[in-house]
T-cell receptor
Framework: AQSVTQPDIHITVSEGASLELRCNYS??????LFWYVQSPGQGLQLLLK??????LVQGIKGFEAEFKRSQSSFNLRKPSVHWSDAAEYFC???????????FGSGTRLQVQP | NAGVTQTPKFQVLKTGQSMTLQCAQD?????MYWYRQDPGMGLRLIYY???????DKGEVPNGYNVSRLNKREFSLRLESAAPSQTSVYFC?????????????????FGPGTRLTVT
C-alpha cells in the first residue's frame, strides 16, 4: 500500500527566509504526487503536481517542488516566505486505480515577522 | 461556476442521531470522493464514486453510507452518529481521465463540513 510521510509537524520561519517542507512517499511504481495548502478554516488548494517528465515542478504562489526518485522524496520549496504563506501544507500521492489521494499528516507553517 | 459545494458548514449532533452531508459539483466530473480530516492525520478516504450509480469503500468506511443518485451529487450519511465521527468532512471531485491529460488527475475540494458529535 502507498503511504506519505511528512516528518515535520510544525515549522517556523521568518518572513523573507527560504522554506523547504519535506515529503517522503512509499509506492511501487511511478507516483503521481501533489502538494496542497489549507488556510485555517478553509478547504484545500492545489499548489502543484508531478506526474512525469521534468523533476522540478513549478506551482502557484511562487512554490516549487523537486521529485527525487532515488530518495522517494517530493520536497516543497519557496525562496522567500511571505506572512500570507502561514497555513498547513499537505503532500499527497494518488493511487492508479481509484485515483484517490493518500495524504501525509501535514506540516503547519508559522511565519514570524 | 461554483465548483464543489457542501452543506451544512457546521453541525452538532448527539450520539445516535443521524444526518446526511450533501455535496454537489457543477464541473461535470465523473469521480467524486468523501474524505475526513482529523488532527495530526491528514485526510483519509471514506468512500468514492467513479460514476453515477457506483460507489466503493475507501480507507475508513465504517459507520457511513453514501449515495450517488446523479452525476452532480454525492451524499454521505451517518445513520447513528458516534463521538469518533467528530471530524471535518471534505467532498472532492475529479475530471474524467484520458490518460495523457495530466490536468484530469486534479481533485477539486469543497469548503468542508465541521461535524461535532457529543
Amino acid at each position: 500500500a502507498q503511504s506519505v510521510t511528512q516528518p515535520d509537524i510544525h515549522i517556523t520561519v521568518s518572513e523573507g527566509a527560504s522554506l523547504e517542507l519535506r515529503c517522503n512517499y512509499s509506492y511501487g511504481a511511478t507516483p503521481y504526487l501533489f502538494w496542497y495548502v489549507q488556510s485555517p478554516g478553509q478547504g484545500l488548494q492545489l499548489l502543484l503536481k508531478y506526474f512525469s517528465g521534468d523533476t522540478l515542478v513549478q506551482g502557484i504562489k511562487g512554490f516549487e517542488a523537486e521529485f527525487k526518485r532515488s530518495q522517494s522524496s517530493f520536497n516543497l520549496r519557496k525562496p522567500s516566505v511571505h506572512w500570507s504563506d502561514a497555513a498547513e501544507y499537505f503532500c499527497a500521492i494518488m493511487d492508479t486505480g481509484r485515483r484517490a489521494l493518500t495524504f501525509g499528516s501535514g506540516t503547519r507553517l508559522q511565519v514570524q515577522p | 461556476n461554483a465548483g464543489v459545494t457542501q452543506t451544512p458548514k457546521f453541525q452538532v449532533l448527539k450520539t445516535g442521531q443521524s444526518m446526511t452531508l450533501q455535496c454537489a459539483q457543477d464541473m461535470n466530473h465523473n469521480s467524486m470522493y468523501w474524505y475526513r480530516q482529523d488532527p495530526g492525520m491528514g485526510l483519509r478516504l471514506i468512500y468514492y464514486s467513479a460514476s453515477e450509480g457506483t460507489t466503493d469503500k475507501g480507507e475508513v468506511p465504517n459507520g457511513y453510507n453514501v449515495s450517488r443518485l446523479n452525476k452532480r451529487e454525492f451524499s454521505l450519511r451517518l445513520e447513528s452518529a458516534a463521538p469518533s465521527q467528530t471530524s471535518v468532512y471534505f467532498c472532492a471531485s475529479r475530471a474524467p481521465a484520458p490518460e495523457l491529460a495530466a490536468s484530469s488527475y486534479e481533485q477539486y475540494f469543497g469548503p468542508g463540513t465541521r461535524l461535532t458529535v457529543t
